[in-house]
Nanobody
Framework: QVQLAESGGGLVQAGASLRLSCAAS??????????MGWFRQAPGKERELVAS????????YYADAVKGRFAISRDRPKNAIYLQLNSLNTDDTAVYHC????????????WGQGTQVTVSS
């Protein structure tokens, strides 16, 4: 069973930066993982994919709202991904979840508990 644990959230002022981390554990995680991503959900809004990274080749995807400000990366030996958040604004306030897509699954099927990011003006 895959387990994901996020860390690094917090309360910051607009314009600041944060770095979120997600540590994955589970038997043969690296063998069966196709991609990992960061999602966020703000109060009253639907959950949205912020960024994702293909586990094998490192190809990345970013939502338009974060392009040029956020950067996703992975550390394969550590089974971890990171999300660097720069130039934060109040619209970035949300709970950020790490997720993993397993081989054979058409969607992200493992989720972390989430970490709160709050940006004050």
């Amino acid at each position: 069973q895959v387990q994901l644990a996020e860390s690094g959230g917090g309360l910051v002022q607009a314009g600041a930066s944060l770095r979120l981390s997600c540590a994955a554990s589970g038997r043969n995680f690296a063998v069966y993982t196709v991609a990992m991503g960061w999602f966020r959900q703000a109060p009253g809004k639907e959950r949205e994919l912020v960024a994702s990274i293909r586990w094998a080749n490192g190809d990345t995807y970013y939502a338009d709202a974060v392009k040029g400000r956020f950067a996703i990366s992975r550390d394969r030996p550590k089974n971890a991904i990171y999300l660097q958040l720069n130039s934060l604004n109040t619209d970035d306030t949300a709970v950020y979840h790490c997720a993993a897509q397993s081989l054979g699954s058409t969607q992200y099927n493992h989720w972390g508990q989430g970490t709160q990011v709050t940006v004050s003006s």
